[in-house]
């Protein structure tokens, strides 16, 4: 797709990824991890966010230049119980599949390729569980709404509290991964490549 028209989105009709309730919380990491309140099952956690003291695995700090450390949130989080439904934003096609074993990594990992008005977009959808990596080999096509995936436990999610890491991504990936966190040293070119979650999300903060 290139640089994104961002105008292209508001045109297009996208259905909800996840059925939040009409309160939820919305989390400021950016100084660090927080617990849900006792009185909420859902959060959101924000794109383009530093968030210090959170990514604590070796593949996050393996650098001595403070602008290299990859601790800026480049996707979208949605927190909610294990086995919470995932639901595809619009009509795509399964992409690739993998399991990220390392340590604070996505678990099981899906990412479908979306046509947008003729340009392809590509979601990763992170922390998921394995029945979400079983049920959807490449090439399965998703429809817009269809209830395609789960929030994965910690056991199989990376080691996280459950949650969705969703990220869009303008370029063909390599690979079913994408950087979910990235530094400030290249934030700006990022900004591009991995535009706001937002765009198919609607409003959520």
């Given at each position: ?76 989080d949605i927190f909610g119980p294990r086995d919470t439904p995932i639901h595809s ?53 998703v429809s817009k709404g269809e209830e395609f995936a789960w929030m994965g436990g910690v056991n199989e999610n990376g080691g996280w ?45």
């Amino acid at each position: 797709m290139g640089v994104l028209d961002k105008r292209i989105f508001d045109k297009l009709a996208f259905a909800d990824v996840v059925s939040l309730p009409s309160s939820y919380h919305v989390f400021d990491l950016s100084s660090g991890p927080m617990v849900m309140p006792e009185d909420q099952q859902y959060a959101v956690g924000k794109y383009n966010e530093l968030r210090r003291d959170i990514y604590s695995a070796d593949q996050y700090k393996n650098t001595d230049d403070p602008e290299s450390v990859r601790n800026i949130h480049i996707g979208v989080d949605i927190f909610g119980p294990r086995d919470t439904p995932i639901h595809s934003f619009y009509d795509g096609v399964v992409f690739s599949r993998k399991y990220n074993h390392l340590e604070l990594d996505y678990g099981y990992t899906l990412i479908i390729e979306y046509d947008i008005e003729g340009h392809k977009l590509y979601a990763l959808y992170g922390h998921l569980s394995k029945a979400s990596f079983d049920n959807n080999p490449p090439g399965k096509i998703v429809s817009k709404g269809e209830e395609f995936a789960w929030m994965g436990g910690v056991n199989e999610n990376g080691g996280w509290t459950p949650h969705l890491h969703l990220q869009l991504c303008t370029e063909k990936p390599n690979e079913c991964d994408m950087p979910g966190v990235v530094s400030q040293k290249d934030i700006a070119t990022m900004l591009e490549v991995y535009p706001d979650p937002r765009l198919v999300l609607g409003n959520l903060y």
